[in-house]
Protein backbone atom coordinates (compact mmCIF):
# COMPACT_ATOMS: atom_id res chain seq x y z
CA UNK A 1 0.00 0.00 0.00
CA UNK A 2 1.64 3.36 -0.88
CA UNK A 3 2.39 6.06 1.95
CA UNK A 4 -0.61 8.22 1.14
CA UNK A 5 -3.19 5.41 1.06
CA UNK A 6 -1.83 4.16 4.16
CA UNK A 7 -1.35 7.22 5.99
CA UNK A 8 -4.96 8.31 5.41
CA UNK A 9 -6.69 5.02 6.63
CA UNK A 10 -4.55 5.36 9.69
CA UNK A 11 -5.29 8.96 10.53
CA UNK A 12 -9.17 8.11 10.37
CA UNK A 13 -9.27 5.16 12.36
CA UNK A 14 -6.22 5.77 14.52
CA UNK A 15 -4.67 2.78 16.74
CA UNK A 16 -7.82 1.11 16.89
CA UNK A 17 -7.41 0.04 12.95
CA UNK A 18 -6.81 -3.16 14.54
CA UNK A 19 -7.28 -3.75 18.03
CA UNK A 20 -8.70 -1.90 20.81
CA UNK A 21 -7.04 -1.72 24.11
CA UNK A 22 -9.57 -2.51 27.41
CA UNK A 23 -8.97 0.61 29.11
CA UNK A 24 -10.16 2.30 25.70
CA UNK A 25 -13.24 -0.42 25.15
CA UNK A 26 -14.53 1.02 28.78
CA UNK A 27 -13.93 4.83 27.72
CA UNK A 28 -15.87 3.83 24.41
CA UNK A 29 -18.65 2.08 25.65
CA UNK A 30 -21.73 4.73 25.46
CA UNK A 31 -24.09 2.14 27.06
CA UNK A 32 -22.22 2.34 30.60
CA UNK A 33 -20.55 5.75 30.77
CA UNK A 34 -21.40 9.28 29.42
CA UNK A 35 -18.07 9.70 28.02
CA UNK A 36 -16.94 10.70 24.67
CA UNK A 37 -14.02 8.69 23.15
CA UNK A 38 -10.59 8.66 24.32
CA UNK A 39 -8.27 11.69 22.89
CA UNK A 40 -11.70 14.12 22.67
CA UNK A 41 -9.75 16.82 24.64
CA UNK A 42 -7.25 16.93 21.98
CA UNK A 43 -9.75 18.20 19.11
CA UNK A 44 -9.22 21.74 19.68
CA UNK A 45 -6.09 21.37 19.97
CA UNK A 46 -5.82 19.32 16.47
CA UNK A 47 -8.71 21.63 14.54
CA UNK A 48 -6.34 24.91 14.97
CA UNK A 49 -3.16 22.93 13.51
CA UNK A 50 -5.40 21.53 11.05
CA UNK A 51 -6.70 24.94 10.06
CA UNK A 52 -2.96 26.50 9.96
CA UNK A 53 -1.88 23.62 7.32
CA UNK A 54 -4.91 24.31 5.05
CA UNK A 55 -5.04 27.77 5.25
CA UNK A 56 -3.41 28.21 1.36
CA UNK A 57 -5.65 25.40 -0.07
CA UNK A 58 -8.97 27.26 -1.27
CA UNK A 59 -10.20 24.35 -3.57
CA UNK A 60 -12.02 20.81 -1.68
CA UNK A 61 -9.31 19.09 -3.20
CA UNK A 62 -6.34 20.89 -2.77
CA UNK A 63 -7.77 21.34 0.98
CA UNK A 64 -7.38 17.84 1.29
CA UNK A 65 -4.18 17.09 -0.40
CA UNK A 66 -2.55 20.20 2.17
CA UNK A 67 -4.22 17.87 4.69
CA UNK A 68 -2.13 14.34 3.51
CA UNK A 69 0.81 16.78 3.81
CA UNK A 70 0.51 17.58 7.00
CA UNK A 71 -0.77 14.24 7.95
CA UNK A 72 2.70 12.37 6.54
CA UNK A 73 4.23 15.46 8.38
CA UNK A 74 3.28 14.37 11.82
CA UNK A 75 0.18 16.17 12.40
CA UNK A 76 -1.10 12.09 13.01
CA UNK A 77 0.49 12.07 16.28
CA UNK A 78 -2.16 14.60 17.82
CA UNK A 79 -4.44 11.95 17.63
CA UNK A 80 -5.41 10.41 20.31
CA UNK A 81 -6.87 6.61 20.51
CA UNK A 82 -10.09 6.47 18.99
CA UNK A 83 -10.37 9.57 18.02
CA UNK A 84 -11.89 10.17 14.50
CA UNK A 85 -10.46 12.93 12.23
CA UNK A 86 -9.94 12.74 8.25
CA UNK A 87 -6.43 13.88 7.67
CA UNK A 88 -6.25 14.26 3.38
CA UNK A 89 -7.91 11.16 1.78
CA UNK A 90 -5.86 11.38 -1.43
CA UNK A 91 -8.23 9.25 -3.45
CA UNK A 92 -11.77 11.63 -2.77
CA UNK A 93 -9.14 14.85 -3.42
CA UNK A 94 -8.01 13.06 -6.70
CA UNK A 95 -11.53 12.40 -7.59
CA UNK A 96 -13.14 15.83 -6.93
CA UNK A 97 -10.77 17.29 -8.84
CA UNK A 98 -11.19 15.98 -12.28
CA UNK A 99 -13.77 16.81 -14.53
CA UNK A 100 -16.84 14.87 -14.51
CA UNK A 101 -16.64 12.84 -17.49
CA UNK A 102 -12.87 11.84 -16.00
CA UNK A 103 -14.84 9.96 -13.54
CA UNK A 104 -16.00 6.16 -13.62
CA UNK A 105 -18.91 5.31 -11.45
CA UNK A 106 -19.75 1.46 -11.42
CA UNK A 107 -23.00 1.15 -9.70
CA UNK A 108 -26.12 2.28 -11.97
CA UNK A 109 -29.63 0.07 -12.79
CA UNK A 110 -27.37 -1.77 -15.19
CA UNK A 111 -25.12 -3.30 -12.87
CA UNK A 112 -27.66 -3.81 -9.37
CA UNK A 113 -29.14 -6.66 -8.39
CA UNK A 114 -32.96 -6.74 -6.92
CA UNK A 115 -33.18 -9.72 -4.16
CA UNK A 116 -36.58 -10.26 -3.70
CA UNK A 117 -38.44 -12.62 -1.29
CA UNK A 118 -41.18 -14.01 -2.98
CA UNK A 119 -42.50 -15.32 0.59
CA UNK A 120 -43.05 -11.87 1.40
CA UNK A 121 -45.72 -9.93 0.35
CA UNK A 122 -44.26 -6.89 0.29
CA UNK A 123 -40.45 -7.68 -0.99
CA UNK A 124 -42.75 -8.62 -3.87
CA UNK A 125 -44.74 -5.56 -4.51
CA UNK A 126 -41.53 -3.21 -3.76
CA UNK A 127 -39.07 -5.38 -5.97
CA UNK A 128 -41.71 -4.79 -8.95
CA UNK A 129 -42.00 -1.27 -8.60
CA UNK A 130 -38.68 -0.72 -8.24
CA UNK A 131 -37.96 -2.64 -10.93
CA UNK A 132 -40.10 -0.83 -13.16
CA UNK A 133 -38.75 2.77 -11.36
CA UNK A 134 -35.10 1.94 -12.51
CA UNK A 135 -35.59 0.13 -15.71
CA UNK A 136 -33.78 -2.73 -13.97
CA UNK A 137 -32.86 -5.73 -16.41
CA UNK A 138 -34.79 -8.61 -15.51
CA UNK A 139 -31.57 -10.63 -15.62
CA UNK A 140 -30.63 -9.06 -12.13
CA UNK A 141 -34.13 -9.73 -10.33
CA UNK A 142 -33.18 -12.90 -8.20
CA UNK A 143 -36.02 -14.37 -6.39
CA UNK A 144 -35.29 -16.53 -3.41
CA UNK A 145 -37.67 -17.92 -0.26
CA UNK A 146 -37.25 -17.56 3.56
CA UNK A 147 -39.49 -16.61 6.45
CA UNK A 148 -40.50 -12.97 6.91
CA UNK A 149 -40.71 -10.36 9.41
CA UNK A 150 -38.39 -11.82 11.81
CA UNK A 151 -35.80 -9.39 12.32
CA UNK A 152 -33.22 -12.28 12.57
CA UNK A 153 -32.15 -14.61 10.04
CA UNK A 154 -29.79 -17.53 11.26
CA UNK A 155 -26.27 -17.72 9.42
CA UNK A 156 -27.24 -21.25 8.54
CA UNK A 157 -30.23 -19.91 6.29
CA UNK A 158 -28.27 -16.97 5.04
CA UNK A 159 -25.58 -18.83 4.06
CA UNK A 160 -28.67 -21.14 1.63
CA UNK A 161 -30.03 -17.84 0.49
CA UNK A 162 -26.87 -16.17 -0.25
CA UNK A 163 -25.48 -19.41 -2.22
CA UNK A 164 -28.61 -18.99 -4.03
CA UNK A 165 -28.25 -15.56 -4.95
CA UNK A 166 -24.50 -15.99 -5.97
CA UNK A 167 -25.41 -18.53 -8.54
CA UNK A 168 -28.42 -16.38 -10.36
CA UNK A 169 -26.42 -13.35 -10.45
CA UNK A 170 -25.20 -11.83 -13.63
CA UNK A 171 -21.47 -11.23 -14.42
CA UNK A 172 -21.12 -7.48 -13.74
CA UNK A 173 -23.49 -7.15 -11.08
CA UNK A 174 -21.64 -4.47 -8.54
CA UNK A 175 -24.32 -4.06 -5.94
CA UNK A 176 -27.18 -5.39 -4.58
CA UNK A 177 -31.03 -3.45 -3.40
CA UNK A 178 -32.37 -5.98 -0.93
CA UNK A 179 -36.16 -5.80 -1.08
CA UNK A 180 -37.60 -5.85 2.46
CA UNK A 181 -37.00 -4.47 6.26
CA UNK A 182 -37.18 -7.82 7.99
CA UNK A 183 -34.92 -9.77 8.61
CA UNK A 184 -32.17 -7.10 9.04
CA UNK A 185 -29.65 -9.51 10.99
CA UNK A 186 -27.65 -12.17 10.83
CA UNK A 187 -25.96 -13.25 13.82
CA UNK A 188 -23.74 -10.20 14.90
CA UNK A 189 -23.75 -9.19 11.42
CA UNK A 190 -26.28 -6.66 9.34
CA UNK A 191 -27.97 -8.10 6.25
CA UNK A 192 -26.25 -5.41 4.24
CA UNK A 193 -23.06 -6.42 5.52
CA UNK A 194 -23.63 -10.09 5.20
CA UNK A 195 -24.55 -10.19 2.06
CA UNK A 196 -21.70 -7.73 0.86
CA UNK A 197 -18.99 -9.77 2.62
CA UNK A 198 -20.56 -13.08 2.81
CA UNK A 199 -21.14 -13.99 7.00
CA UNK A 200 -17.66 -13.27 8.61
CA UNK A 201 -17.37 -12.69 12.50
CA UNK A 202 -14.45 -10.98 11.39
CA UNK A 203 -17.08 -8.10 11.04
CA UNK A 204 -18.56 -8.29 14.56
CA UNK A 205 -17.31 -7.46 17.88
CA UNK A 206 -16.82 -8.61 21.54
CA UNK A 207 -17.96 -5.84 23.48
CA UNK A 208 -16.11 -2.63 22.85
CA UNK A 209 -13.92 -3.45 20.49
CA UNK A 210 -13.20 -2.67 16.49
CA UNK A 211 -13.82 -5.34 13.58
CA UNK A 212 -12.23 -6.07 10.27
CA UNK A 213 -11.53 -2.85 7.79
CA UNK A 214 -13.90 -2.75 4.89
CA UNK A 215 -11.93 -2.55 1.90
CA UNK A 216 -14.45 -0.38 0.32
CA UNK A 217 -13.67 2.16 2.65
CA UNK A 218 -12.83 5.48 0.45
CA UNK A 219 -12.68 3.33 -2.22
CA UNK A 220 -11.35 5.17 -5.74
CA UNK A 221 -12.94 4.28 -9.10
CA UNK A 222 -10.03 4.58 -10.34
CA UNK A 223 -8.14 1.72 -8.85
CA UNK A 224 -9.12 -1.93 -9.54
CA UNK A 225 -12.60 -2.64 -7.74
CA UNK A 226 -12.63 -4.60 -4.40
CA UNK A 227 -14.81 -8.09 -4.34
CA UNK A 228 -17.33 -6.59 -2.15
CA UNK A 229 -20.60 -5.84 -3.66
CA UNK A 230 -22.77 -3.51 -1.42
CA UNK A 231 -26.42 -4.13 -0.36
CA UNK A 232 -28.92 -1.27 0.92
CA UNK A 233 -32.51 -2.42 1.78
CA UNK A 234 -35.66 -0.67 0.30
CA UNK A 235 -37.05 -0.45 3.59
CA UNK A 236 -40.04 0.88 5.04
CA UNK A 237 -43.01 -0.37 7.15
CA UNK A 238 -45.52 -0.32 4.02
CA UNK A 239 -45.65 -0.07 0.57
CA UNK A 240 -46.39 3.36 0.58
CA UNK A 241 -43.52 4.27 2.60
CA UNK A 242 -41.18 2.36 0.25
CA UNK A 243 -42.91 3.82 -2.94
CA UNK A 244 -42.55 7.33 -1.82
CA UNK A 245 -38.81 6.54 -0.91
CA UNK A 246 -38.48 5.17 -4.62
CA UNK A 247 -40.17 8.03 -6.20
CA UNK A 248 -37.29 10.23 -4.17
CA UNK A 249 -34.47 8.64 -5.54
CA UNK A 250 -35.62 8.61 -8.86
CA UNK A 251 -36.77 12.59 -8.33
CA UNK A 252 -32.82 13.26 -7.02
CA UNK A 253 -31.40 12.35 -10.19
CA UNK A 254 -29.55 15.16 -11.61
CA UNK A 255 -31.17 17.41 -9.72
CA UNK A 256 -27.85 18.85 -8.28
CA UNK A 257 -29.81 20.86 -5.19
CA UNK A 258 -29.16 23.95 -3.03
CA UNK A 259 -29.22 22.20 -0.08
CA UNK A 260 -27.52 22.59 3.47
CA UNK A 261 -25.94 19.95 5.42
CA UNK A 262 -26.63 20.55 9.31
CA UNK A 263 -24.16 18.51 11.26
CA UNK A 264 -25.41 18.97 15.15
CA UNK A 265 -23.09 18.77 18.36
CA UNK A 266 -25.63 17.93 20.60
CA UNK A 267 -26.05 17.71 24.59
CA UNK A 268 -24.95 13.84 24.30
CA UNK A 269 -21.65 13.99 24.50
CA UNK A 270 -21.38 10.13 24.32
CA UNK A 271 -22.83 10.15 20.93
CA UNK A 272 -20.88 13.12 19.57
CA UNK A 273 -18.05 11.17 18.59
CA UNK A 274 -18.07 12.78 15.28
CA UNK A 275 -18.06 16.17 15.82
CA UNK A 276 -13.97 16.46 15.12
CA UNK A 277 -14.69 16.02 11.55
CA UNK A 278 -17.56 18.38 11.08
CA UNK A 279 -14.77 21.45 9.71
CA UNK A 280 -13.63 18.85 7.42
CA UNK A 281 -16.72 18.48 5.98
CA UNK A 282 -16.99 21.96 5.58
CA UNK A 283 -14.31 22.07 3.32
CA UNK A 284 -15.00 19.15 1.36
CA UNK A 285 -18.49 20.72 0.14
CA UNK A 286 -17.21 24.41 -0.12
CA UNK A 287 -19.36 25.96 -3.09
CA UNK A 288 -21.98 22.56 -3.92
CA UNK A 289 -23.57 22.54 -0.42
CA UNK A 290 -23.82 24.95 2.09
CA UNK A 291 -22.53 23.25 5.89
CA UNK A 292 -23.87 24.37 9.38
CA UNK A 293 -22.27 23.49 12.35
CA UNK A 294 -25.00 23.92 15.04
CA UNK A 295 -24.66 23.20 18.61
CA UNK A 296 -28.36 22.00 19.36
CA UNK A 297 -30.30 18.65 19.91
CA UNK A 298 -32.95 19.21 16.74
CA UNK A 299 -33.37 21.02 13.70
CA UNK A 300 -36.62 22.70 13.58
CA UNK A 301 -38.42 24.16 10.38
CA UNK A 302 -35.93 23.46 7.68
CA UNK A 303 -36.56 23.09 4.26
CA UNK A 304 -33.21 22.70 2.88
CA UNK A 305 -31.93 19.68 4.31
CA UNK A 306 -29.70 17.60 2.04
CA UNK A 307 -27.54 15.99 4.96
CA UNK A 308 -28.52 16.08 8.94
CA UNK A 309 -25.78 13.99 11.11
CA UNK A 310 -26.01 13.83 14.82
CA UNK A 311 -25.84 11.70 17.85
CA UNK A 312 -29.17 11.18 20.21
CA UNK A 313 -31.09 8.42 21.11
CA UNK A 314 -33.90 9.60 19.46
CA UNK A 315 -34.35 13.05 17.22
CA UNK A 316 -37.24 15.97 17.96
CA UNK A 317 -38.58 17.88 15.50
CA UNK A 318 -38.42 15.47 12.22
CA UNK A 319 -42.19 16.51 11.43
CA UNK A 320 -41.00 19.79 10.56
CA UNK A 321 -38.44 19.34 8.41
CA UNK A 322 -38.61 18.62 4.82
CA UNK A 323 -35.96 17.24 3.20
CA UNK A 324 -35.00 17.03 -0.60
CA UNK A 325 -35.14 14.16 -2.59
CA UNK A 326 -31.69 12.09 -2.37
CA UNK A 327 -30.95 13.32 0.65
CA UNK A 328 -29.02 11.29 3.42
CA UNK A 329 -29.57 11.76 7.45
CA UNK A 330 -28.61 9.15 10.09
CA UNK A 331 -28.39 9.79 14.28
CA UNK A 332 -25.14 7.77 15.93
CA UNK A 333 -26.65 5.91 18.70
CA UNK A 334 -27.03 2.30 19.34
CA UNK A 335 -29.78 0.53 17.82
CA UNK A 336 -30.83 2.72 15.28
CA UNK A 337 -30.49 -0.07 12.75
CA UNK A 338 -32.96 -1.99 14.57
CA UNK A 339 -35.40 -1.27 11.89
CA UNK A 340 -38.58 -2.41 13.79
CA UNK A 341 -37.99 -3.34 17.22
CA UNK A 342 -35.59 -0.85 18.42
CA UNK A 343 -36.12 0.56 22.11
CA UNK A 344 -34.13 3.60 20.22
CA UNK A 345 -35.26 5.97 17.05
CA UNK A 346 -35.42 3.34 13.95
CA UNK A 347 -33.33 4.60 10.92
CA UNK A 348 -37.06 3.99 9.41
CA UNK A 349 -37.67 7.21 11.16
CA UNK A 350 -35.70 8.99 8.97
CA UNK A 351 -37.01 8.00 5.45
CA UNK A 352 -40.45 8.48 6.97
CA UNK A 353 -39.81 12.22 7.29
CA UNK A 354 -38.29 12.17 3.83
CA UNK A 355 -34.50 11.25 3.62
CA UNK A 356 -33.86 9.01 1.24
CA UNK A 357 -31.07 7.08 2.68
CA UNK A 358 -30.43 6.57 6.37
CA UNK A 359 -27.99 4.02 8.56
CA UNK A 360 -27.88 2.30 11.95
CA UNK A 361 -26.07 -0.37 13.58
CA UNK A 362 -28.46 -3.84 14.38
CA UNK A 363 -25.64 -4.83 17.95
CA UNK A 364 -24.32 -2.37 20.17
CA UNK A 365 -21.21 -0.93 18.57
CA UNK A 366 -20.37 1.60 21.44
CA UNK A 367 -19.67 4.98 20.24
CA UNK A 368 -16.78 4.18 17.61
CA UNK A 369 -17.16 6.60 14.80
CA UNK A 370 -15.88 4.17 12.70
CA UNK A 371 -18.28 2.42 12.94
CA UNK A 372 -20.61 5.57 11.09
CA UNK A 373 -20.85 7.25 8.21
CA UNK A 374 -18.01 9.80 7.94
CA UNK A 375 -19.28 12.83 7.50
CA UNK A 376 -16.49 14.57 5.46
CA UNK A 377 -16.55 11.13 3.02
CA UNK A 378 -20.08 11.12 2.41
CA UNK A 379 -20.55 14.05 1.35
CA UNK A 380 -17.52 14.41 -1.04
CA UNK A 381 -18.24 11.41 -2.62
CA UNK A 382 -21.63 11.90 -2.81
CA UNK A 383 -21.32 15.78 -4.32
CA UNK A 384 -18.26 14.68 -6.82
CA UNK A 385 -21.36 11.98 -8.52
CA UNK A 386 -21.41 9.04 -6.97
CA UNK A 387 -24.82 7.07 -6.19
CA UNK A 388 -26.52 6.95 -2.58
CA UNK A 389 -25.00 3.11 -1.92
CA UNK A 390 -21.76 4.03 -3.02
CA UNK A 391 -20.86 7.27 -0.86
CA UNK A 392 -22.77 5.41 2.29
CA UNK A 393 -20.81 2.71 2.00
CA UNK A 394 -17.28 4.20 1.14
CA UNK A 395 -17.66 6.32 4.61
CA UNK A 396 -17.78 3.58 6.91
CA UNK A 397 -14.66 1.90 7.93
CA UNK A 398 -16.21 -0.71 10.18
CA UNK A 399 -19.64 -1.37 8.87
CA UNK A 400 -20.07 -5.15 9.73
CA UNK A 401 -22.55 -4.22 12.81
CA UNK A 402 -24.50 -1.41 10.57
CA UNK A 403 -26.98 -1.63 8.27
CA UNK A 404 -28.00 0.90 5.06
CA UNK A 405 -31.27 1.57 4.34
CA UNK A 406 -32.53 3.74 1.52
CA UNK A 407 -32.43 4.07 -2.70
CA UNK A 408 -29.50 2.95 -3.99
CA UNK A 409 -29.16 4.69 -7.14
CA UNK A 410 -30.21 7.98 -6.19
CA UNK A 411 -27.77 10.38 -7.59
CA UNK A 412 -28.65 14.23 -7.21
CA UNK A 413 -25.39 15.22 -8.01
CA UNK A 414 -24.68 13.28 -11.39
CA UNK A 415 -25.32 14.33 -14.75
CA UNK A 416 -27.87 12.44 -16.36
CA UNK A 417 -27.31 9.89 -18.94
Not at 5 to 16: F, K, Q
Not at 40 to 64: D, E, H, P
Not at 83 to 103: C, F, N, Y
Request: aromatic residues 8%.
Amino acid sequence: MRLDEETARMAYLGPHADATTEGDAVKMRETTRDTAPHGYGNVKRIRQRCGRLATRSASRGNFLVALLHASATGLSSLIGSGLLILIGVHSLAQELTQTPEARAHKVDRTNIAVIVNEADPLSVLVADYYVRARHIPSANIVRVRFAPHSPDMSVDEFRRVKSLVDAAIPIGVQAYALAWTTPYRVGCMSITSAFAFGFDTAYCARGCSATKLSAYFNFADSLAAPRIRPAMMLAGRSFAAVRALIDRGVDSDGAFPHGTAYLLLTTDKARDSRVPIYPMAKRVAAGLVDVQILKQDALIDRNDIMFYFTGLAWVGGLDTLRFLPGAIADHLTSYGGMLTDSSQMSALRWLEAGATGSYGTVVEPCNFPQKFAHPAIVIGRYVSGDTLIEAYWKSVAWPGQGVFVGEPLAAPFRAKR
